[in-house]
Structure formats: structure tokens, C-alpha cells
């Protein structure tokens, strides 16, 4: 049993915690958080994310070049260039800087009016 061996007060000592806590206890100590359920809503009402104002399921025109740009893309008429991204008819192609095998080079990722949910799942929200 691995939990034996771990230091007195930590997760897993033979003190009898082991790990998860639950029910709003400390994981390290055992005790009772001190964090009322008032508190507890009110932080869970803050979380805050990026257009917050924008639902994740929403295809907005215009939406792509916002979140691209936002994260540092520009347009480009030449494609191909690393942080970059171009129209090709309705679609978007975003060029991103990748290094493969100790060899830098450029990845192509081409949008077709995503959601906001996609472009945060690509940009690995």
C-alpha cells in the first residue's frame, strides 16, 4: 500500500485521509471548510471567461476573426505565414507556428462558422 509510506499530514498517510476530502473538507487537514454557502455561491456566480456575453453554442459572423485576433492572429493575403489567418471563400484558415521533431513548421486549421465552444476546445481552454 503506497499510502503508508506518505509523509504524517499529507494525502495518504496512515492518519486515515486519503485523497478526495469531499463534502467541503480540507483535503490535507480533514476539517471542515470555512467557506459559508453564501460565499460558495457568490464565487460560483463570478466565473468569469472570455465573451462571457457570446453563449458557446453561438455561430456569430465574424466571430472567428474576433477570437483570432484576439489571440494574437492578423490577416494575411499570403498564406502560409505562422500566426496569421486567410479567407478561402466562407472559410477561415488559421496558420499556427508547430514544432514537429525538432523542426519548427506551420499547422493549417480551417473554420467553417464555428461555435465558440470549437475555437476555445482548439485554442486548449
Known sequence: MAGQYA???MPGAISGISGGGGGGRSIVTGKKSSVSKKSK???KG????DWSDVRLTDRKEGLTEKF???HGYRQSDTPGKPNTYTYDG???KAYTHVLRKNKWGVEV???????LKSLRDWMGY
Open 7 to 9: 509523509p504524517r499530514g
Open 41 to 43: 455561491k457568490k464565487l
Open 46 to 49: 463570478e466565473k468569469k471567461r
Open 68 to 70: 483570432l485576433e484576439n
Open 90 to 92: 466562407d472559410k477561415v
Open 109 to 115: 486549421k480551417t473554420f467553417n462558422n464555428p461555435t
